[in-house]
Protein backbone atom coordinates (compact mmCIF):
# COMPACT_ATOMS: atom_id res chain seq x y z
CA UNK A 1 0.00 0.00 0.00
CA UNK A 2 1.46 3.26 -1.31
CA UNK A 3 2.06 5.63 2.03
CA UNK A 4 0.32 9.15 2.17
CA UNK A 5 1.89 11.79 1.97
CA UNK A 6 2.20 12.95 5.85
CA UNK A 7 4.29 9.29 6.07
CA UNK A 8 5.91 10.10 3.49
CA UNK A 9 7.03 13.41 5.16
CA UNK A 10 7.24 12.11 8.96
CA UNK A 11 10.79 11.61 8.96
CA UNK A 12 11.27 15.33 7.59
CA UNK A 13 9.05 16.16 10.66
CA UNK A 14 10.99 14.27 13.09
CA UNK A 15 13.97 16.31 11.99
CA UNK A 16 12.18 19.99 12.11
CA UNK A 17 10.30 19.07 15.25
CA UNK A 18 13.05 20.71 16.97
CA UNK A 19 12.16 23.88 15.46
CA UNK A 20 15.74 24.61 14.40
CA UNK A 21 16.96 25.18 11.07
CA UNK A 22 17.73 22.31 8.65
CA UNK A 23 19.36 22.72 5.48
CA UNK A 24 18.35 21.86 1.96
CA UNK A 25 20.94 19.41 1.72
CA UNK A 26 19.98 17.64 4.79
CA UNK A 27 16.07 17.14 4.42
CA UNK A 28 16.67 16.10 0.72
CA UNK A 29 19.27 13.14 2.15
CA UNK A 30 16.25 12.26 4.71
CA UNK A 31 13.34 12.67 1.80
CA UNK A 32 15.61 10.67 -0.91
CA UNK A 33 15.11 13.86 -3.11
CA UNK A 34 17.72 16.38 -4.50
CA UNK A 35 17.52 19.72 -2.79
CA UNK A 36 15.94 21.21 -5.28
CA UNK A 37 13.01 18.72 -5.30
CA UNK A 38 12.84 19.52 -1.33
CA UNK A 39 10.89 22.63 -1.64
CA UNK A 40 7.84 21.35 -3.59
CA UNK A 41 7.90 18.41 -0.93
CA UNK A 42 8.07 20.87 1.94
CA UNK A 43 4.73 22.84 0.52
CA UNK A 44 2.59 19.95 1.29
CA UNK A 45 3.01 21.10 5.13
CA UNK A 46 0.69 23.65 4.47
CA UNK A 47 -2.00 21.77 3.85
CA UNK A 48 -1.80 20.08 7.13
CA UNK A 49 -1.30 23.82 8.97
CA UNK A 50 2.33 23.64 9.55
CA UNK A 51 4.24 26.78 8.59
CA UNK A 52 7.27 26.55 7.34
CA UNK A 53 10.21 29.03 7.29
CA UNK A 54 12.58 29.52 5.17
CA UNK A 55 15.54 31.46 5.36
CA UNK A 56 17.93 31.73 2.07
CA UNK A 57 21.10 30.25 2.08
CA UNK A 58 20.21 28.41 5.68
CA UNK A 59 17.77 25.94 4.92
CA UNK A 60 13.84 25.15 6.42
CA UNK A 61 12.51 25.24 10.08
CA UNK A 62 8.98 25.24 11.49
CA UNK A 63 8.91 27.90 14.48
CA UNK A 64 8.39 26.40 17.83
CA UNK A 65 8.63 23.00 16.61
CA UNK A 66 6.31 19.74 17.28
CA UNK A 67 5.89 17.81 19.99
CA UNK A 68 5.63 14.47 18.59
CA UNK A 69 3.65 11.39 19.72
CA UNK A 70 5.91 8.88 20.90
CA UNK A 71 4.66 5.26 21.39
CA UNK A 72 8.10 4.45 23.22
CA UNK A 73 8.18 7.20 25.54
CA UNK A 74 4.63 6.52 26.20
CA UNK A 75 5.32 3.35 27.02
CA UNK A 76 7.92 4.72 29.48
CA UNK A 77 5.44 7.07 31.19
CA UNK A 78 2.97 3.81 32.18
CA UNK A 79 2.88 1.64 35.19
CA UNK A 80 3.52 -2.01 35.38
CA UNK A 81 -0.20 -2.59 35.91
CA UNK A 82 -1.08 -0.53 33.24
CA UNK A 83 1.17 -2.21 30.39
CA UNK A 84 -0.55 -5.44 31.31
CA UNK A 85 -4.18 -4.47 30.84
CA UNK A 86 -2.91 -2.57 27.66
CA UNK A 87 -2.73 -5.31 24.92
CA UNK A 88 -2.01 -2.98 21.98
CA UNK A 89 -0.81 0.92 21.42
CA UNK A 90 -1.35 2.00 18.14
CA UNK A 91 -0.37 5.51 16.58
CA UNK A 92 -1.15 6.72 13.12
CA UNK A 93 -0.10 9.98 11.50
CA UNK A 94 -3.56 10.98 9.81
CA UNK A 95 -6.61 9.20 10.13
CA UNK A 96 -10.48 9.73 10.01
CA UNK A 97 -10.95 9.07 13.25
CA UNK A 98 -9.56 7.10 15.93
CA UNK A 99 -13.03 6.26 17.35
CA UNK A 100 -13.89 5.17 13.95
CA UNK A 101 -11.05 2.83 13.84
CA UNK A 102 -11.77 1.10 16.42
CA UNK A 103 -14.57 0.33 16.25
CA UNK A 104 -14.04 -1.37 12.96
CA UNK A 105 -11.41 -3.17 15.83
CA UNK A 106 -14.21 -3.64 18.34
CA UNK A 107 -16.18 -5.69 15.34
CA UNK A 108 -13.70 -7.82 14.48
CA UNK A 109 -12.91 -9.04 18.19
CA UNK A 110 -9.53 -7.22 18.29
CA UNK A 111 -10.24 -4.04 20.01
CA UNK A 112 -10.46 -4.84 23.83
CA UNK A 113 -6.97 -2.91 25.70
CA UNK A 114 -6.42 -1.52 22.48
CA UNK A 115 -5.21 2.63 22.21
CA UNK A 116 -5.43 4.53 18.94
CA UNK A 117 -3.71 7.83 18.51
CA UNK A 118 -3.91 10.16 15.79
CA UNK A 119 -1.38 13.15 14.61
CA UNK A 120 -4.05 14.32 12.88
CA UNK A 121 -7.93 13.66 12.23
CA UNK A 122 -9.85 14.25 8.82
CA UNK A 123 -13.29 13.49 10.45
CA UNK A 124 -13.07 14.00 14.48
CA UNK A 125 -15.84 13.91 15.99
CA UNK A 126 -17.45 15.16 19.00
CA UNK A 127 -20.49 14.92 21.18
CA UNK A 128 -24.12 15.27 19.08
CA UNK A 129 -22.60 15.34 15.68
CA UNK A 130 -20.45 18.25 16.43
CA UNK A 131 -16.61 17.85 14.19
CA UNK A 132 -13.85 18.15 16.64
CA UNK A 133 -10.99 20.37 15.80
CA UNK A 134 -7.83 18.11 15.60
CA UNK A 135 -4.65 19.25 13.69
CA UNK A 136 -1.53 17.90 13.01
CA UNK A 137 1.01 17.37 15.89
CA UNK A 138 -1.31 19.26 18.41
CA UNK A 139 -3.93 18.21 20.95
CA UNK A 140 -4.43 14.47 22.09
CA UNK A 141 -6.73 12.65 19.74
CA UNK A 142 -6.92 9.20 21.55
CA UNK A 143 -9.83 5.98 21.93
CA UNK A 144 -9.37 3.12 24.31
CA UNK A 145 -11.75 0.23 23.45
CA UNK A 146 -13.32 -2.07 26.31
CA UNK A 147 -15.42 -5.14 26.70
CA UNK A 148 -17.81 -5.97 29.12
CA UNK A 149 -19.94 -8.24 30.56
CA UNK A 150 -23.36 -7.80 32.15
CA UNK A 151 -25.17 -5.78 29.79
CA UNK A 152 -25.18 -1.47 29.28
CA UNK A 153 -26.55 -1.31 32.67
CA UNK A 154 -23.65 -1.72 34.31
CA UNK A 155 -21.76 1.04 32.03
CA UNK A 156 -24.12 3.92 33.53
CA UNK A 157 -22.43 7.04 34.55
CA UNK A 158 -19.14 5.71 32.57
CA UNK A 159 -18.74 9.26 30.67
CA UNK A 160 -19.05 10.97 33.54
CA UNK A 161 -16.35 8.67 35.05
CA UNK A 162 -13.92 8.70 32.66
CA UNK A 163 -13.93 13.08 32.79
CA UNK A 164 -12.83 11.78 36.38
CA UNK A 165 -10.03 10.04 35.14
CA UNK A 166 -8.66 12.80 32.53
CA UNK A 167 -8.83 15.63 35.63
CA UNK A 168 -6.55 13.28 37.85
CA UNK A 169 -4.36 13.10 35.26
CA UNK A 170 -4.25 16.88 34.18
CA UNK A 171 -3.44 17.12 38.11
CA UNK A 172 -0.31 15.39 38.00
CA UNK A 173 0.96 18.31 35.91
CA UNK A 174 -0.73 20.68 38.23
CA UNK A 175 -3.04 22.18 35.48
CA UNK A 176 -5.19 24.85 37.09
CA UNK A 177 -8.63 25.46 37.51
CA UNK A 178 -10.21 22.14 35.88
CA UNK A 179 -13.62 21.39 36.32
CA UNK A 180 -16.06 18.37 34.86
CA UNK A 181 -19.38 19.50 33.03
CA UNK A 182 -22.13 16.91 32.91
CA UNK A 183 -22.09 14.32 31.12
CA UNK A 184 -19.34 14.49 29.48
CA UNK A 185 -16.44 17.72 29.21
CA UNK A 186 -13.83 18.54 31.49
CA UNK A 187 -13.29 22.35 31.67
CA UNK A 188 -10.66 24.59 32.30
CA UNK A 189 -11.06 28.53 34.18
CA UNK A 190 -14.40 28.45 32.59
CA UNK A 191 -14.06 27.08 29.40
CA UNK A 192 -13.78 23.72 27.83
CA UNK A 193 -10.49 21.74 27.43
CA UNK A 194 -11.36 18.27 26.35
CA UNK A 195 -14.07 16.27 25.56
CA UNK A 196 -15.15 12.47 25.91
CA UNK A 197 -17.50 10.66 23.17
CA UNK A 198 -18.77 7.10 24.13
CA UNK A 199 -19.71 4.53 21.37
CA UNK A 200 -20.99 1.06 21.82
CA UNK A 201 -21.19 -2.09 20.28
CA UNK A 202 -22.47 -5.87 20.65
CA UNK A 203 -24.74 -7.10 22.24
CA UNK A 204 -26.47 -4.27 24.87
CA UNK A 205 -28.17 -7.10 27.19
CA UNK A 206 -24.90 -9.09 28.04
CA UNK A 207 -21.24 -9.07 26.13
CA UNK A 208 -20.64 -5.34 24.86
CA UNK A 209 -17.82 -3.36 23.68
CA UNK A 210 -17.01 0.34 24.22
CA UNK A 211 -15.05 2.90 22.16
CA UNK A 212 -13.81 5.90 24.63
CA UNK A 213 -12.79 8.79 22.42
CA UNK A 214 -10.71 11.49 23.98
CA UNK A 215 -9.87 14.83 22.24
CA UNK A 216 -7.84 17.23 24.34
CA UNK A 217 -7.11 20.72 22.82
CA UNK A 218 -3.23 21.14 23.39
CA UNK A 219 -1.05 23.47 21.04
CA UNK A 220 -3.83 24.36 18.30
CA UNK A 221 -2.49 26.93 15.87
CA UNK A 222 -4.29 29.94 15.26
CA UNK A 223 -5.68 28.95 12.26
CA UNK A 224 -7.38 25.48 13.68
CA UNK A 225 -8.15 27.35 16.76
CA UNK A 226 -10.70 30.34 15.06
CA UNK A 227 -12.57 27.00 13.46
CA UNK A 228 -13.64 25.74 17.05
CA UNK A 229 -17.73 26.88 17.61
CA UNK A 230 -17.37 27.56 21.43
CA UNK A 231 -15.92 29.07 24.30
CA UNK A 232 -12.74 26.48 24.75
CA UNK A 233 -9.40 25.91 26.31
CA UNK A 234 -5.66 25.36 25.47
CA UNK A 235 -3.46 22.70 27.94
CA UNK A 236 -0.63 24.94 26.51
CA UNK A 237 -1.96 28.09 27.33
CA UNK A 238 -2.80 27.57 31.00
CA UNK A 239 0.08 24.96 31.83
CA UNK A 240 2.91 25.53 29.05
CA UNK A 241 5.15 22.73 28.86
CA UNK A 242 3.20 20.18 29.49
CA UNK A 243 4.40 17.45 26.91
CA UNK A 244 1.68 15.22 25.11
CA UNK A 245 3.67 12.02 25.47
CA UNK A 246 3.33 12.25 29.04
CA UNK A 247 0.07 13.43 29.16
CA UNK A 248 -0.98 10.39 27.34
CA UNK A 249 0.87 8.05 29.72
CA UNK A 250 -1.04 9.94 32.62
CA UNK A 251 -4.47 9.05 30.69
CA UNK A 252 -4.25 5.58 30.58
CA UNK A 253 -2.59 5.20 33.92
CA UNK A 254 -5.61 6.93 35.46
CA UNK A 255 -8.26 5.18 32.43
CA UNK A 256 -7.83 2.05 32.10
CA UNK A 257 -7.53 0.72 35.74
CA UNK A 258 -10.93 2.73 35.92
CA UNK A 259 -11.99 0.52 32.97
CA UNK A 260 -10.84 -2.67 33.87
CA UNK A 261 -12.58 -1.99 37.77
CA UNK A 262 -15.89 -0.32 36.43
CA UNK A 263 -18.32 -3.49 36.35
CA UNK A 264 -17.24 -3.86 40.02
CA UNK A 265 -16.92 -0.28 41.35
CA UNK A 266 -19.85 1.58 39.12
CA UNK A 267 -19.93 4.97 38.97
CA UNK A 268 -20.81 5.66 42.74
CA UNK A 269 -16.96 5.11 43.32
CA UNK A 270 -16.67 8.48 41.68
CA UNK A 271 -19.58 10.31 42.28
CA UNK A 272 -17.99 12.25 45.57
CA UNK A 273 -14.71 13.01 43.25
CA UNK A 274 -17.12 14.17 40.71
CA UNK A 275 -19.50 16.56 42.23
CA UNK A 276 -16.46 17.97 43.83
CA UNK A 277 -15.52 19.44 40.48
CA UNK A 278 -18.54 20.19 39.29
CA UNK A 279 -18.58 23.49 36.86
CA UNK A 280 -22.13 24.39 37.45
CA UNK A 281 -22.97 23.00 40.95
CA UNK A 282 -25.43 25.32 42.49
CA UNK A 283 -25.98 27.36 39.93
CA UNK A 284 -29.48 28.15 37.47
CA UNK A 285 -28.84 26.27 34.29
CA UNK A 286 -30.94 25.01 31.29
CA UNK A 287 -31.32 21.61 30.13
CA UNK A 288 -32.65 21.39 26.18
CA UNK A 289 -33.33 17.83 24.26
CA UNK A 290 -34.81 19.40 20.39
CA UNK A 291 -37.48 22.02 21.00
CA UNK A 292 -37.65 21.01 24.91
CA UNK A 293 -36.31 23.18 28.01
CA UNK A 294 -36.16 22.74 31.42
CA UNK A 295 -34.61 25.53 33.80
CA UNK A 296 -33.48 25.12 37.19
CA UNK A 297 -30.88 24.47 40.16
CA UNK A 298 -28.07 22.17 39.34
CA UNK A 299 -28.36 19.93 42.32
CA UNK A 300 -25.44 16.90 41.25
CA UNK A 301 -25.85 14.15 39.64
CA UNK A 302 -26.89 10.45 41.43
CA UNK A 303 -25.62 7.36 41.87
CA UNK A 304 -25.87 6.49 37.97
CA UNK A 305 -24.72 9.71 36.50
CA UNK A 306 -28.17 10.89 35.79
CA UNK A 307 -28.21 14.81 36.53
CA UNK A 308 -30.23 16.41 38.87
CA UNK A 309 -32.57 19.58 38.47
CA UNK A 310 -33.86 21.49 41.18
CA UNK A 311 -37.02 22.65 39.62
CA UNK A 312 -38.84 24.75 42.26
CA UNK A 313 -38.36 21.80 44.93
CA UNK A 314 -39.20 19.22 42.29
CA UNK A 315 -36.82 17.11 41.63
CA UNK A 316 -35.71 15.79 38.12
CA UNK A 317 -33.56 13.16 36.95
CA UNK A 318 -31.64 13.14 33.72
CA UNK A 319 -30.16 10.47 31.67
CA UNK A 320 -27.29 10.96 29.26
CA UNK A 321 -27.78 10.96 25.14
CA UNK A 322 -28.76 14.32 22.88
CA UNK A 323 -29.49 16.47 26.06
CA UNK A 324 -27.12 20.23 26.26
CA UNK A 325 -26.47 21.81 29.29
CA UNK A 326 -25.91 25.77 29.51
CA UNK A 327 -25.22 28.14 32.57
CA UNK A 328 -27.31 31.08 32.80
CA UNK A 329 -26.00 34.40 32.27
Same mark, same amino acid.
Given at each position: ????????????????????????? @??? $?????? #?? $?? &????????????? *?? @???????????????????????? *???????? *? #?????????????????????? =? @???????? $??????? #??? #???? +????????????????????????? =?????????????????????????????? +????????????????? *???????????????????????????? &???????????????????????????? !?????????????????????????????????? &???????????? $??????????? !?? !????? @??????
Amino acid at each position: MAKSPLEQLRPVLELLADGGMHSGE @SLG $ATLGVS #RA $AV &WKQLQKLEYYGLV *LE @SVKGRGYRLPGGLDLLSSEKIDKG *LSEKVKGL *L #RELLLFNEVGSTNTQLLTRMEE =G @SGHGVAIL $AERQSAG #RGR #RGRN +WISPYGAGVSLSVGWEFSGGVQILE =GLSLAVGVALARALERFSVPDIRLKWPNDI +WCRGRKLAGVLLELKGD *LTDRCAVVIGIGLNSGLRDESANAIDQP &WADLQQVCPGVPRNDLVAAILDELLPLL !HGYPQRGFGAYRDVWSNLDQFAGQRVTLQAGSQA &WTGTAAGVDDKG $AFILDMDGELK !HF !HGGEI @SLRGQI
